[in-house]
């Protein structure tokens, strides 16, 4: 097409999404991973995915490795009938505190390290993500540590290891039925309805 000075008015803007949440963990490859492919799940569901723009990151500089979804996370999400979204993990990024209005941390250290680079001025809302669980567990607990109360993890006390076994799947089934009954709440606050 030859250029007029008016064929930019004949081509159609793509509309941006309505709304847009990234979901964040430290590396990207087991709980925000789960937690989007929940979301995407419950948004298809209703038939408003063209209204959403969704998306996972981590804080970690580990979350810069490419890593692939952990297989425990494929498994659960699978075995709850859910598409897992797989790709590489990637680190959260400050074009994302512009881009997303919604930035759901799985646990304070996540935020903690969320809010550090918020850029001043930035609407973002930048909070957990189970803060919209209505049983109330505010902290989606990191399956691949083997403690029971994740408050009393010391990474400084050596009888507290990182557990080589990745977690067991019930563990991850834990932490999908807090991001599921979250992404429900969070899915219904942002857009005023119930499914």
Request: hydrophobic share 35%; proline share 6%; net charge positive.
């Amino acid at each position: 097409m030859a250029f007029t000075g008016l064929n930019f008015l004949k081509r159609k803007k793509k509309k941006s999404p309505k709304y847009s949440v990234m979901f964040v963990c430290a590396v990207n490859i087991q709980r925000s991973p789960m937690a989007e492919a929940i979301f995407y799940h419950l948004v298809e569901q209703r038939s408003e995915l063209n209204k959403w723009d969704i998306a996972s990151s981590g804080v970690s500089s580990e979350a810069t490795h490419q890593q692939p979804v952990s297989p425990c996370t494929i498994t659960v999400l699978e075995d709850n009938h859910i598409k897992p979204r797989l790709h590489p993990s990637r680190k959260l990024c400050h074009d994302d505190f512009k881009h997303y209005r919604y930035i759901l941390c799985m646990d304070e250290d996540n935020l903690r390290l969320a809010k550090e680079k918020l850029p001043h001025g930035c609407k973002a809302k930048v909070e957990l993500l189970g803060n919209y669980d209505p049983k109330g567990e505010r902290i989606v607990v990191d399956p691949i540590f083997d403690c029971n109360d994740w408050n009393a993890f010391d990474p400084n006390n050596p009888a507290i290891i990182i557990n080589p076994r990745l977690g067991n799947l019930s563990d991850y089934e834990h932490v999908f039925q807090q991001c599921w009954r979250s992404c429900n709440t969070f899915l219904d606050f942002v857009t005023g309805q119930k499914a």
